[in-house]
């Protein structure tokens, strides 16, 4: 959800119109991050053939969120309806981006089905709590139901500064050069 989020904003910022769906209709949670209405949205649009107004703008300028809207019993019937289909080509002719907010790919049937209709899948891997076996049979799970996965992303990485990842980004030499050159003058008094 954050990364489908900023993601939105900053395709917003740089520009393009941006169309975000919040499509995790167990848990939505796009519209607290926007501050906007949570009963219509998504779930009334697909019950009722029709968008009438439910897309909401943001805050941000070129930003519109379609909110999941009211729970319903049934996601996987409502996301596996044909009107989904119509209501992103719908999204699409008016906007630059369409980006669909869905729950996680193994934890119910409502992320393969969504990864049916749309153009890319962008999977997101946690950090700090997503196993190599559990990412690779979420991707492999992608690829079954023929979703055309586009990239990875890593979410939650520690940017810290002993950190794996940010000494393989600077290098070694990136505090150690500061630090010679400290030690240097203090050896070196003028």
Same mark, same amino acid.
């Given at each position: +959800?954050?990364?489908?989020?900023?993601?939105?904003?900053?395709?917003?910022?740089?520009?393009?119109?941006?169309?975000?769906?919040?499509?995790?209709?167990?848990?939505?949670?796009?519209?607290?991050?926007?501050?906007?209405?949570?009963?219509?949205?998504?779930?009334?649009?697909?019950?009722?053939?029709?968008?009438?107004?439910?897309?909401?703008?943001?805050?941000?300028?070129?930003?519109? %969120?379609?909110?999941?809207?009211?729970?319903?019993?049934?996601?996987?019937?409502?996301?596996? *309806?044909?009107?989904?289909?119509?209501?992103?080509?719908?999204?699409?002719?008016?906007?630059?981006?369409?980006?669909?907010?869905?729950?996680?790919?193994? *934890?119910? +049937?409502?992320?393969? %089905?969504?990864?049916?209709?749309?153009?890319?899948?962008?999977?997101?891997?946690?950090?700090?709590?997503?196993?190599?076996?559990?990412?690779?049979?979420?991707?492999?799970?992608?690829?079954?139901?023929?979703?055309?996965?586009?990239?990875?992303?890593?979410?939650?990485?520690? %940017?810290?500064?002993?950190?794996?990842?940010?000494?393989?980004?600077?290098?070694?030499?990136?505090?150690?050069?500061?630090?010679?050159?400290?030690?240097?003058?203090?050896?070196?008094?003028?």
């Amino acid at each position: +959800t954050a990364v489908a989020a900023n993601l939105a904003v900053a395709l917003a910022q740089m520009g393009l119109t941006v169309t975000l769906v919040d499509a995790d209709l167990r848990h939505p949670k796009q519209h607290r991050l926007f501050g906007l209405d949570a009963q219509s949205g998504l779930t009334r649009s697909l019950a009722e053939g029709a968008m009438d107004g439910r897309l909401q703008p943001s805050q941000v300028e070129r930003l519109s %969120i379609l909110p999941a809207g009211e729970r319903t019993s049934n996601p996987p019937q409502l996301l596996g *309806s044909r009107r989904l289909q119509g209501l992103l080509d719908d999204l699409t002719g008016k906007a630059d981006v369409v980006i669909v907010d869905s729950p996680p790919v193994l *934890s119910v +049937t409502d992320a393969a %089905i969504l990864a049916q209709v749309v153009d890319g899948v962008l999977l997101v891997v946690d950090a700090g709590k997503t196993a190599q076996d559990v990412a690779q049979r979420a991707a492999e799970s992608l690829r079954q139901v023929g979703a055309r996965l586009v990239g990875v992303v890593l979410s939650r990485v520690s %940017i810290r500064r002993d950190n794996y990842y940010f000494e393989a980004y600077y290098g070694d030499g990136h505090g150690k050069q500061k630090r010679r050159k400290r030690e240097k003058r203090a050896s070196n008094p003028t």
